[in-house]
Antibody, heavy 125, light 110 residues
Framework: QVQLVQSGAEVKKPGSSVKVSCKAS????????ISWVRQAPGQGLEWMGG????????NYAQKFQGRVTITADKPTSTAYMELSSLRSEDTAVYYC??????????????????WGQGTLVTVSS | QSALTQPASVSGSPGQSISISCTGT?????????VSWYQQHPGKAPKLMIF???HRPSGVSNRFSGSKSGNTASLTISGLQAEDEADYYC??????????FGGGTKLTVL
């Protein structure tokens, strides 16, 4: 049974950073990519970036370049998303999701078949 | 990267069929067969309904189908049921190596 279990809700001050974890059940990291997708209150889904844990290669949406870092720890099957310079507009539910990647380019292609439960990050002074 | 374009809302009566469109460009929807669709009920994580344009994951009802023509993909739900009422999002791989979602469509079952 594939499971992605995320860390708990966070409340942060503007200008600070947040790091959210996503622990995968055994075997989930093999041959898949892990992406991070966020959803602001009442808004749609937004892809932030992804990583191929077996390769350690990450790529990011242009909007978040320089502000987000996605990493993966293979021994613990845990992926992380760190977002810095937080502002109120970053208040959202953050999801990790397992997806496929193009083996020729090492890029995430979507096809997110398993999702974490979501982590609410609230940015407020 | 701009979001893919979806209608904000669609509606249908139980038993009817509806389609949701998802329009992109030759750099995303039109350029790759990597279009997926997600169903999201309030307060829940999204659920994969269609992947690679027209493939259904195991366990998803065959009332859900996907297709693509040019830069526009479509999700069709036949035999509408009350439990189909939810938000639906399309998603596509893009050039250069990213992923983009549509703005979402709220389906109301009348």
């Amino acid at each position: 049974q594939v499971q992605l279990v995320q860390s708990g809700a966070e409340v942060k001050k503007p200008g600070s950073s947040v790091k959210v974890s996503c622990k995968a059940s055994a075997g989930t990291f093999s041959s898949y990519a892990i992406s991070w997708v966020r959803q602001a209150p009442g808004q749609g889904l937004e892809w932030m970036g992804g990583i191929i844990p077996t390769l350690g290669t990450a790529n990011y949406a242009q909007k978040f370049q320089g502000r987000v870092t996605i990493t993966a720890d293979k021994p613990t099957s845990t992926a992380y998303m760190e977002l810095s310079s937080l502002r109120s507009e970053d208040t959202a539910v953050y999801y990790c999701a397992r997806g496929n990647y193009d083996v020729l380019t090492d890029y995430s292609i979507g096809d997110f078949d398993y999702w974490g439960q979501g982590t609410l990050v609230t940015v407020s002074s | 990267q701009s979001a893919l374009t979806q209608p904000a809302s669609v509606s249908g009566s139980p038993g009817q069929s509806i389609s949701i469109s998802c329009t992109g460009t030759s750099s995303d929807v039109g350029g790759y067969d990597y279009v997926s669709w997600y169903q999201q009920h309030p307060g829940k994580a999204p659920k994969l309904m269609i992947f690679d344009v027209s493939h259904r994951p195991s366990g998803v009802s065959n009332r859900f189908s996907g297709s693509k023509s040019g830069n526009t993909a479509s999700l069709t739900i036949s035999g509408l049921q009350a439990e189909d009422e939810a938000d639906y999002y399309c998603c596509s791989h893009t050039n250069p190596g990213h992923v983009v979602f549509g703005g979402g469509t709220k389906l109301t079952v009348l």
